[in-house]
């Protein structure tokens, strides 16, 4: 049976399995040392009985007043074991409000990464805004920059009474990166 538990600086060395893929946005260890020292009550990780990693979700907290909420960094499952509601387990662990009391949780997701939208979706997030050039890793798009958009979805906690932290036409809403901090 496998084990979610803490996600340790050791950890590092083996999550190539579940990094190399193409929906997976990698970073620098520097990146994941900073998570992890800054908020090591968001980082867990999902192992098998062998000790393989089997995936990672990486979150923060952020904001102020009614912006204050958890941001989902990073999750991401290696391929091999897709489609055992790893990720739900773990996104579950950020939405949780016990740790930072936020009004919602958000994420940023590629516009054509259907089925991370849809498994959204069905756990509750919706589409808060459409994020131009938040992305861009994906080669020289037009413009010769590279460029691809990402949604921003939100799920509303449990502090978030009315409801402000979402809207029921966020595709229709679009901005800039250098606008979404």
């Known amino acids: ?22 929906w997976t946005e990698t970073y ?10 800054r908020w090591p009550d968001l980082c867990y990780v999902q192992e098998a009985p062998s000790g393989r990693m089997m995936g990672y979700v990486i979150g923060k907290a952020e904001g102020q007043n009614t912006e204050w909420h958890g941001h989902v ?6 391929p091999e074991y897709r489609r055992l509601s790893l990720a739900r387990k773990m996104m579950s662990l950020l939405v949780s409000d016990k740790h ?28 808060y805004r459409r994020v ?19 949604f921003d979805m939100r799920k509303p906690l449990s502090r978030d009474i009315a409801q402000r ?5 966020g595709r229709d809403i679009v901005v800039n990166a250098h606008d979404v901090s």
């Open 1 to 22: 049976m496998s084990v979610l538990r803490s996600f340790k600086a050791s950890d590092l060395f083996k999550f190539n399995n579940v990094n190399l893929d193409i």
């Open 28 to 37: 620098d260890i520097g990146f994941y040392l900073y998570y992890l020292s």
């Open 73 to 78: 960094t990073a999750i991401t499952v290696a």
């Open 100 to 127: 930072y009391r936020g009004f919602f949780v958000d994420l940023f997701v590629r516009c054509n990464n259907f089925i991370a939208i849809n498994l959204y979706e069905g756990m509750g997030y919706s589409v």
């Open 132 to 150: 131009r050039e938040y992305y861009g890793n994906l080669g020289v798009g037009k413009g010769g920059r590279d460029e691809e958009d990402a």
């Open 165 to 169: 932290s979402i809207r029921s036409n």
